[in-house]
């Protein structure tokens, strides 16, 4: 049987950044894991588009969940890595 991580299993991890769906099939897991990366005290963001499935926001190019989530990720690579 698989274990879901522990907040001890990701100490350390870097900062992470989640995207999920509202009908994404591991939504679940998702925020599970977006709660013990914070347990943990990694730096977590975690976004969830409304209705869509898992990364259906990467499938079609004029979608505005896909501008917002390459707009996230280099909001977020800038101010961790910047």
């Not at 992470?16 to 977006?34: E, I």
């Not at 969830?48 to 690579?77: C, I, R, W």
């Amino acid at each position: 049987m698989h274990k879901f991580p522990t907040p001890e299993d990701v100490q350390g991890f870097p900062a992470t950044l989640l995207f999920t769906g509202t009908r994404d099939f591991f939504l679940s897991n998702t925020v599970r894991m977006h709660l013990k990366l914070r347990e943990a005290g990694v730096d977590a963001d975690l976004i969830v588009f409304e209705g869509l499935s898992h990364a259906q926001y990467l499938m079609t190019f004029d979608a505005p969940e896909m501008q917002q989530y390459f707009k996230m990720s280099s909001q977020f690579f800038q101010k961790k890595l910047g």
